[in-house]
């Protein structure tokens, strides 16, 4: 019989009954979907909120961990620049030449310092500021550069270094090349800020500046340098690579990075809606206020030419602390938005499949589903607060027990969807924390080559001063030694005196070797000769009486200018540590051959001691730096025979495995190089 008939037939057996509007399993079946759509809405509202704001804030955390990687490679570029002028500022050459006029010197030198570092300009001036000399533009001298803001930090000895806006008037004293390179006509994007005019004829450049003394410090001059930005993508495809790592979605890229001047973009990876570089577009009206107005940084999304970007911009400041300029990196928006609508989307489907499942169910129910409903629409309420930990206690196996635990695996859903979301920004910030370590590693190495830079200076004052008082002490311990008698018991400690005495005056040689080495004597040297001149001076001391020797000369090597009292000894120097690195056994094979351009002769010392350290490699040319006992080196030999071959223009190359021996090769130019 249908539910119609049982209806009816219940009507003509009581007469004056009115029928109920709607029966119990529809008030049911509308209750329980109310219940499941209200909640379900809510749970949409708020899980979507939760989404979007969990992955726009991890994405807001990581660009705000970007734009600090940013910086340090825009602080590398500049500091690159300021130890390219620096070290030539303070090259004796280049002030004996300025010293003596040497125009055509300095001009040679200097033009191929520049081009060899990648400088756009490098100008120098005299102790007024007036200038001598330009590279890039040799006809123009004369004009005084005194009130540049770099220069006039140099004209009081001190070491400059910065962003600075130059006009056209200044770009076309280095040349025209590059003052039209630094003209850029504006490009109209939506959201830009308005501008009166429609183009810009001044650059940024980041600049340095170094004096030029003479050995008793007076200022002989300026010398500067820099690197013109406009429309140079190097420091921005940097920050891309090495930030982003070429990540693509949909194949747009999603990071980009660009230098501002003002609010023109200058140098970008941002791309306009052709495909190619935004360069001429302007920045947005309400981040112009913020970041060049007010000097405050902007951490929010953006609109960035044509769409909507997560955003850092801090403000770039010259010499004199003004805004001059902006770096800005971000990443599109639109994957984490898209992200979130396909978690929404299943979200959502997931909920619309567990309605129907429900409203099947419930054609299938009885009245005894009233209790377990209520404990549905008390759970329901609690995963709309969100908690998504919450289970429906349902035990029976029936409709209601299935669509329990149908209900239950929704929300282990969710949880998982929850979770892995989390652990995905946990990911993210574990990447940018690594990509962070790396460059702090970059700047350690980078802070290590100053400091090494600073040891040579330090190492002289300290040599000369306790040179002297040395001497003294070894001269009157040596008298006392003489004229004690060996019998006395302090005969032995006069002899540790003298002994330690004699060690502390040839590591003070050593000092003064590594701090201020002599300029090479050259003459024609032959390399073949000279290594047999240097193994008959060590070959007959014990330590090498078990070690068998080995030459493989290349015959008819041509002779070389160089120093061959130095060159002896940098290679007594590592045929005295192969014999130590064998503990005075084994085989030392030396050979010498040519390059095939006929341009390098190499010589190799090869030894089968216990090899070198991967870790050692790094520093084995570091002053102090000994893999020997204490008392037994002064970790001085090896940077002193670096210190030689690099005047000879040279290079010494390690190849050394540990338990298989090692390698040296000194390599030395066949031609002579002039400066």
Not at 52 to 69: F, W, Y
Not at 76 to 83: E, F, G, P, S, T
Not at 198 to 223: F, I, Q, S, W, Y
Not at 241 to 249: H, N, P, R, T
Request: glycine share 8%; proline share 3%; with cysteine.
């Amino acid at each position: 019989m249908s539910i119609g008939a049982i209806f009816r037939k219940g009507r003509s057996k009581a007469s004056g009954m009115k029928a109920p509007q709607f029966s119990l399993r529809t008030k049911l079946s509308l209750s329980f979907l109310l219940v499941i759509i209200i909640g379900g809405f809510f749970t949409l509202i708020i899980g979507s909120r939760i989404i979007r704001t969990t992955l726009i804030s991890q994405a807001q955390i990581k660009v705000r961990h970007d734009l600090s990687s940013a910086w340090m490679v825009f602080n590398a570029k500049l500091n690159d620049i300021k130890v390219i002028v620096s070290l030539t500022a303070a090259r004796e050459s280049l002030r004996e030449a300025v010293q003596q006029n040497q125009k055509d010197t300095l001009l040679k030198y200097l033009g191929r310092v520049r081009t060899e570092n990648g400088l756009d300009i490098l100008t120098l001036a005299d102790a007024r500021g007036v200038v001598l000399l330009r590279t890039r533009n040799p006809e123009m001298t004369g004009d005084d550069e005194s009130f540049d803001e770099i220069v006039r930090q140099v004209l009081k000895k001190n070491i400059a270094a910065s962003p600075q806006l130059l006009s056209r008037d200044e770009l076309l004293k280095e040349g025209r090349d590059l003052a039209d390179k630094a003209v850029l006509e504006f490009v109209s994007t939506p959201k830009a800020a308005p501008r009166a005019e429609n183009r810009e004829t001044m650059g940024m450049m980041l600049k340095a500046g170094a004096p030029v003394t003479d050995e008793t410090g007076v200022l002989l001059g300026v010398l500067y340098g820099g690197i013109l930005l406009n429309r140079n993508y190097d420091i921005v495809d940097s920050i891309k690579d090495l930030v982003f790592k070429g990540e693509k979605y949909k194949g747009r890229e999603t990071g980009t990075a660009t230098i501002f001047q003002n609010d023109l973009r200058i140098s970008t990876n941002v791309k306009n809606e052709k495909g190619e570089r935004a360069i001429g577009t302007l920045l947005s009206e309400e981040v112009k206020k913020a970041v060049l107005e007010e000097g405050q940084p902007w951490l929010a999304r953006a609109f960035v030419v044509t769409d909507w970007y997560v955003t850092a911009y801090e403000p770039i400041k010259n010499v004199d602390n003004r805004i001059i300029g902006i770096l800005y990196v971000g990443m599109l928006e639109k994957p984490y938005k898209d992200t979130a609508d396909r978690v929404m989307l299943t979200f959502i489907l997931i909920a619309a499949l567990f309605i129907v499942f429900l409203l099947v169910i419930l054609n299938f129910s009885t009245t005894r589903i009233i209790r377990p409903l209520h404990r549905m629409v008390r759970a329901t309420k609690e995963i709309a607060k969100g908690d998504l930990t919450h289970k429906v206690d349902v035990h029976s196996r029936d409709e209601i027990g299935t669509l329990a635990d149908a209900f239950n695996q929704m929300t282990d859903h969710l949880r998982d969807a929850n979770r892995a979301l989390i652990d995905w920004g946990t990911t993210l910030e574990n990447k940018v924390e690594e990509r962070t370590k790396e460059l702090i590693e970059i700047q350690a190495h980078l802070a290590q080559s100053e400091k090494l830079a600073s040891i040579g200076k330090l190492a002289a004052g300290i040599a000369h001063e306790i040179n002297n008082p040395l001497g003294g002490i070894l001269i009157y311990s040596c008298l006392i030694l003489e004229e004690t008698d060996k019998n006395n018991p302090h005969y032995e400690n006069l002899k540790k005196i003298v002994k330690e005495t004699t060690r502390c005056k040839d590591i003070v040689k050593g000092l003064l070797e590594f701090a201020r080495p002599k300029e090479p004597e050259m003459g024609m040297v032959d390399i073949n000769e000279l290594l047999d001149k240097s193994l008959s001076l060590m070959e007959r001391q014990a330590l090498f009486q078990n070690i068998a020797i080995r030459k493989f000369y290349e015959p008819g090597l041509p002779t070389i200018f160089a120093d061959g009292a130095q060159l002896q000894q940098v290679f007594i120097n590592i045929i005295l540590n192969a014999a130590e690195a064998m503990n005075g056994n084994g085989i030392l094979t030396l050979k010498t051959s040519i390059s095939s351009g006929r341009d390098t002769i190499s010589v190799e010392f090869t030894d089968t001691g216990h090899g070198i350290r991967e870790e050692d490699k790094k520093r084995l040319f570091e002053p102090f730096f000994s893999t020997k006992e204490v008392g037994k080196g002064t970790g001085l030999g090896l940077a002193i025979s670096y210190g030689i071959v690099q005047k000879h223009r040279g290079a010494i190359e390690i190849h050394s495995e540990t338990g298989h021996g090692a390698t040296f090769t000194v390599k030395l130019p066949l031609k002579r190089e002039t400066t």
